[in-house]
T-cell receptor, first 116, second 112 residues
Framework: DAGVIQSPRHEVTEMGQEVTLRCKPI?????LFWYRQTMMRGLELLIY????????DSGMPEDRFSAKMPNASFSTLKIQPSEPRDSAVYFC??????????????FGPGTRLTVL | GQQLNQSPQSMFIQEGEDVSMNCTSS?????WLWYKQEPGEGPVLLIA?????ELTSNGRLTAQFGITRKDSFLNISASIPSDVGIYFC????????????FGGGTRLMVKP
């Protein structure tokens, strides 16, 4: 079975540019989470979806960040305009709501974003 | 919000030694998870714990859900070089809905 798929794996962009990160969750998983990881702050939850609907976006840093999930197999995290302080590794994770192991989140390989 | 204190922050050990790390919280947790992250990769789930007092093994790894529901421990026996990585605990607090809180990680280095 394929795990969570993220693209691109690496992104280097200049300040002010728009950045779009993509995620395909594990098939059958109905929860999708976006995290950001930095040395200073560790793993931070940005937003999560259930059945394609955003449930909690309180972790989204500011209006420059937006996330969508148009269908069960695809989500995007967009930063516009990007700033150097957005440089981090962004992870997508998914999980099922089934009774067994319902809290176990499975992570993708991450997108390393560098904003110059 | 919930806080998870993970210790130690880093460990540098000799191959073959046993390793212990732990996470503590001021809140009660319903679930404890342990992940390992290797350079350039995402966290990989190692062990999941759902009941207070539960002790679960996965090969050389053993984790326990503390009886107070506020802590968890991970032990690695007879460490090998491929154990190198960052180990994270994560917990779901009683009132946290579907969200996990992550510890700061324990960076493990193993000297052959």
């Amino acid at each position: 079975d394929a795990g969570v798929i993220q693209s691109p794996r690496h992104e280097v962009t200049e300040m002010g540019q728009e950045v779009t990160l993509r995620c395909k969750p594990i098939s059958g998983h109905d929860y999708l989470f976006w995290y950001r990881q930095t040395m200073m702050r560790g793993l931070e939850l940005l937003i999560y979806f259930n059945n394609n609907v955003p449930i909690d976006d309180s972790g989204m840093p500011e209006d420059r960040f937006s996330a969508k999930m148009p269908n069960a197999s695809f989500s995007t995290l967009k930063i516009q305009p990007s700033e150097p302080r957005d440089s981090a590794v962004y992870f997508c994770a998914s999980r099922t709501s089934g009774l067994q192991s319902y809290n176990e989140q499975f992570f993708g390989p991450g997108t390393r974003l560098t904003v110059l | 919000g919930q806080q998870l204190n993970q210790s130690p922050q880093s460990m540098f050990i000799q191959e073959g030694e046993d390793v212990s790390m732990n996470c503590t919280s001021s809140s009660i947790f319903n679930t404890w998870l342990w992940y390992k992250q290797e350079p350039g990769e995402g966290p990989v789930l190692l062990i999941a714990l759902y009941k207070a007092g539960e002790l679960t093994s996965n090969g050389r790894l053993t984790a326990q859900f503390g009886i107070t529901r506020k802590d968890s421990f991970l032990n690695i026996s007879a460490s090998i070089p491929s154990d190198v990585g960052i180990y994270f605990c994560a917990g779901q607090a009683r009132n946290a809905g579907n969200m996990l809180t992550f510890g700061g990680g324990t960076r493990l280095m193993v000297k052959p």
